[in-house]
């Protein structure tokens, strides 16, 4: 299926997408940073737990700080010169601000306008165990490409998001603290509950956004309000089963993603995120995507 | 069972009950009135209220919609400050 935008492309969701309100991040926010540095402390004293160990619910965002896991973002791109350094000093900055461990896997598909060489850059700066660099030799789908980031990924927690900034790293520290309360297997973004919202959309847009995804949960009834969703949190054993049983690409991919899930019993949370249209390059959506969105969905229909 | 199964098998099943109580193929009797003018247009009237419905549904999504103009305002201001940090730190943007 064609991505969605056509020039300055990045994998992005079905960019059409519905009500969502503003986040309440301010307050949760502080609320957050609070815990943490309390946290920092309790756990200089605590003992090591192991990897794999999963947290039984907390009431606080105790275990964000100083906890074993380790969050590996993969960040596939195409001509993102401009957005991917930005992106990358949000991520880092979040990361680092709620003591979160982190790496950050580009996979870049050998873009025209330079992203990599801004990427090695980057990395100069970063380090090369925080950014790692994980080219291939052209455009080879969303699929390959998270299947390509998870082989090189050391975490045992996968975030993948857009690169072009209309996912907003603020989210994953909430994202986290959410999947550790309820040991879950993913967190989904979603701009279609809560405080999510969405920025720069006209009322066509708005209209064709609800009226997919109106569609996609009445055929699919996967339980979740935002199907096309791409910014997610998987354990990593889970994201990679769930890429070895999808067929979609494109937009649809995303959507499999979480009817597969469904399907496997996996559980899923979800976390009102906002969406800011991208801010450098197009982002088009023609009849053409509508179209290929419609066969998706039906294939999904009919296959899942 | 995919979804298109539970589907056909739903409206297979709504079908055939429909069919069989409108040409009198069970021995149930109803009253004449359901019998001459509801059972006729009942699927109409199904057809029409899934419609309404879910022009109901888009349309009340798509009124209380809410653009998020703190969270583009928010990231413009980052992008700047990104911007500025990451040059002097040599970074060609």
Redesign the interface.
């Known amino acids: 299926m064609p991505l969605p935008s056509t020039t300055t492309t990045s994998y992005g969701e079905f960019n059409s997408s519905?009500?969502?309100?503003?986040?309440s991040f301010s307050r949760s926010e502080s609320a957050l940073s609070d815990a943490i540095s309390i946290d920092i402390q309790d756990d200089t004293t605590s003992s090591f737990t192991p990897l794999l160990h999963h947290h039984q619910p907390h009431q606080h965002f105790n275990n964000m700080a100083g906890q074993n896991h380790k969050y590996s973002v993969l960040l596939p791109t195409y001509n993102e010169?401009?957005n991917l350094?930005?992106i990358i000093?949000?991520l880092a900055k979040t990361f680092q601000e709620n003591n979160i461990d982190y790496e950050i896997i580009v996979i870049d598909d050998n873009s025209p306008d330079g992203t990599l060489?801004?990427a090695k850059?980057?990395q100069k700066?970063y380090g090369e165990s925080r950014i790692l660099l994980r080219p291939r030799a052209g455009k080879l789908g969303l699929g390959t490409a998270y299947v390509h980031g998870i082989q090189h990924a050391t975490g045992d927690f996968i975030f993948i998001m857009d690169a072009d900034?209309s996912h907003?790293p603020k989210f994953m520290p909430e994202m986290i603290q959410l999947q550790q309360s309820k040991n879950l297997d993913i967190v989904t973004g979603t701009r279609?509950a809560g405080n999510g919202?969405?920025?720069?959309?006209d009322?066509k847009r708005?209209?064709i956004s609800?009226?997919a995804n109106?569609l996609a949960s009445?055929?699919?009834?996967p339980g979740v309000s935002d199907l096309t969703g791409s910014f997610r949190l998987y354990k990593k054993e889970v994201l990679s089963q769930l890429i070895a049983s999808c067929i979609s690409k494109g937009y649809v991919f995303q959507m499999e993603m979480m009817v597969r899930a469904r399907q496997f019993n996996y559980s899923i949370g979800e976390v009102p995120i906002?969406f800011?249209d991208r801010?450098f390059g197009d982002s088009k959506m023609g009849a053409m995507e509508i179209v290929s969105y419609a066969q998706g969905l039906f294939k999904?229909?009919?296959?899942? | 069972m995919t979804r298109a199964t539970q589907a056909a098998t739903f409206f297979g099943i709504t079908a055939t009950i429909y069919l069989a109580l409108l040409f009198q193929w069970l021995p149930i009797t109803l009253p004449k009135t359901v019998q001459d003018f509801t059972l006729p247009v009942l699927p109409w009237w199904a057809l029409v209220s899934f419609g309404a419905y879910s022009l109901g549904n888009i349309g009340y999504h798509v009124l209380t919609f809410r653009d998020c103009p703190e969270a583009y305002n928010e990231l413009q201001v980052q992008i700047s400050q990104a911007q500025s940090d990451l040059r002097s730190k040599g970074v060609s943007i």
């Open positions: 519905s009500s969502i309100r503003t986040p010169r401009e350094p930005v000093w949000l060489e801004v850059q980057l700066i900034m907003h279609y919202g969405v920025y720069g959309w009322l708005k209209v609800r009226g109106f009445v055929l699919l009834r906002t800011v801010v999904l229909f009919v296959a899942v």
